[in-house]
């Protein structure tokens, strides 16, 4: 079955910098666009970034453009959110997403905190 394991998650001062990982599996990674979603308390999950299946194209929520980079290495079956100039809005838990034919995947999550 699809499993999504998110990692690198922690708490981080303003301005600072983590690279979330994403490891897949049960399913053939490299065909599929991946996603980075958010959802801070009282919030509605959001949609961070998108990375097609070949790596070639990326969309970014305009909050975090400039500051994230989506990434994926298909040999590895992982995609990346490298998070750089981190404010406090950008606290909330962080969850990788893939859309399968099996359906919707989430993996369980990892939070991020900004805080000084």
């Known amino acids: 079955q699809v499993q999504l394991v998110e990692s690198g998650g922690g708490l981080v001062q303003p301005g600072g910098s983590l690279r979330l990982s994403c490891a897949a599996s049960g399913f053939t990674f490299s065909s599929y666009a991946m996603s980075w979603y958010r959802q801070a308390p009282g919030k509605e999950r959001e949609l961070v970034a998108l990375i097609t299946s070949t790596g070639v194209n990326t969309r970014y929520t305009d909050s975090v453009k400039g500051r994230f980079t989506i990434s994926r290495d298909n040999a590895k079956n992982t995609v990346y959110l490298q998070m750089n100039s981190l404010k406090p809005e950008d606290t909330a838990m962080y969850y990788c997403?893939?859309?399968?034919?099996?359906?919707?995947?989430w993996g369980q999550g990892t939070q991020v905190t900004v805080s000084s």
């Open positions: 997403k893939a859309t399968t034919p099996s359906g919707i995947n």
